[in-house]
């Protein structure tokens, strides 16, 4: 789909299809590696998000500025992103298996340790552990994510975005339990005991990933990322996860210190703020996985109707101050509850839009293309991850976060409207090929009737 329209394949061109046969029921394998993937994805984001609601404070009272705390929680998206690429590169030589539970291993070895960098110097001694130890532990991340989305993808392979949709559950509670957890175990024990208990959460998933997950024999491919990023509509698709993420990490770095500004708001009230997003898209993804495989052909629309969503909702969650809107409570979480519905519609679809895409290409259908795809969605949404608590945390610095929060919004526009382009164009080429096809057909019918009629005479 991201290639030219002659190399569409014939029932591509057909479109709207028809609606794709549900895969059987599953196996035990599926059913285990299911689970596996689930505590995968619950255990990481449990433990990404509990920093939201006090680590922000908690670095202002060591000296760090706004910006310096967008760059910490940036910094974990930019080694995420450059771990993703080379993992994903080399998932078949290095085992998904292995890849998926080492990362855990090291991901809640970080997480315990940095439960006690409240004990360390304030200044320039405690900004760089935190870089350290941030980075190390986005790289186990990074193995765990890309290794997860590579199995699931290999273990489901005809419903993929319904598997998806139903890991974002998981996803979603442990966005969900993570700021309140956080926030409430950071006022009642202090700030070591809420990174102690789920960086030990994090080791009791590595033997349990150990004992289920299978393993896969594969060969490594020729093909590589740069291959992958030569196609438009992979680059758009990423363009699009880019602007997703670098919302959701706009919102981790600047959200509490202006609820708590403007609102007054406790860092337990915030941590419950924080569910306005992350409930309604754990909520919804199920429903929308099932619809994105039911009805493949709305999937580029699923895209585009939640990068508009996400546009508007970002613009009045300030609100912008062109709009000349007050900011009041009530506005800020029903703009929250949207954001979260608007990117669960915009990021369900992306994963096996992408991995149509690359089989279309002549990608072959194994382990080693799954990483490539995994890889480089799972960078992707690093880097949005990275530019959006730095740049929004800088823009917040310098202006406030009313613009800060527009700049996200007319990102989220501008993916929207390319895609709309994109698309048009393409539905176009479609007509005209179809147009032509016939016209030649007719041609052709017409050219040999004579000798058919001649043939009948003799």
């Known amino acids: 789909m991201a290639t030219s329209v002659d190399q569409l394949p014939a029932n591509h061109v057909d ?250 708001m406790s860092t337990g009230s915030v941590g419950l703020l924080m569910i306005g997003v992350s409930l309604p898209y754990g909520a919804a993804s199920p429903v929308f996985g099932i619809i994105s495989d039911k009805y493949p052909f709305i999937r580029r629309w699923m895209m585009v109707l939640g990068g508009m969503a996400t546009a508007v909702s970002f613009c009045l969650l300030g609100p912008v101050p062109v709009l000349h809107i007050k900011s009041q409570l009530w506005l800020t979480v029903v703009m929250l509850v949207v954001i979260g519905f608007s990117l669960c519609i915009t990021c369900i679809p992306t994963f096996a839009e992408m991995l149509i895409c690359a089989h279309e290409n002549d990608f072959e259908e194994g382990l080693s293309t799954l990483g490539l795809v995994s890889g480089l969605f799972s960078a992707v949404w690093s880097a949005g991850m990275f530019f959006g608590p730095t740049i929004g945390g800088y823009i917040t610095q310098k202006l406030n976060f009313e613009w800060s929060a527009g700049v996200q919004g007319a990102l989220a526009f501008l993916a929207a409207f390319l895609q709309i382009i994109y698309f048009t164009n393409e539905e176009i080429q479609k007509r005209r090929l179809q147009q032509s096809i016939r016209t030649e057909s007719t041609l052709f019918t017409e050219e040999n009737s004579p000798l058919l009629s001649s043939a009948r005479h003799l």
Not at 123 to 148: D, E, K, Q
Not at 203 to 208: I, M, S
């Open 15 to 264: 479109c709207p299809c028809p609606p794709e046969t549900p895969g059987p029921k599953m196996t035990r394998q599926q059913i285990l590696t299911f689970i596996a993937m689930a505590s995968i994805n619950f255990s990481s984001m449990i433990c990404y998000s509990i920093l939201g609601p006090f680590f922000p404070h908690e670095a202002e009272k060591k000296g760090v500025s706004q910006a310096v705390i967008g760059l910490i929680f940036g910094c974990y998206a930019f080694c995420t992103l450059v771990g993703s690429l080379i993992l994903g590169k080399y998932i078949v030589q290095i085992g998904a298996k292995f890849m998926a539970t080492a990362g855990l291993f090291v991901s809640g070895g970080c997480t315990v340790v940095f439960g006690f960098l409240d004990r360390a110097p304030e200044g320039t001694v405690f900004i760089v552990l935190c870089f350290v130890v941030r980075s190390v532990n986005a790289v186990g991340f990074a193995a765990a994510v890309t290794s997860s989305f590579a199995i699931s993808a290999k273990v489901f392979p005809h419903n993929i975005a319904t598997i998806l949709g139903f890991m974002e559950i998981f996803t979603g509670i442990g966005l969900i339990l993570g700021p309140p957890l956080g926030g409430w175990m950071y006022q009642s024990f202090g700030y070591e005991i809420p990174f102690i208990v789920l960086g030990c959460l994090l080791f009791l998933t590595v033997p349990l990933n150990m004992w289920i997950l299978p393993s896969f024999d594969a060969v490594a491919s020729q093909a590589s990322f740069l291959r992958l990023c030569t196609r438009v509509k992979i680059m758009l698709i990423c363009f699009v996860v880019f602007t997703l993420s670098s919302g959701i990490g706009f919102l981790d770095a600047t959200l509490s210190l202006f609820a708590m500004e403007k609102f007054s």
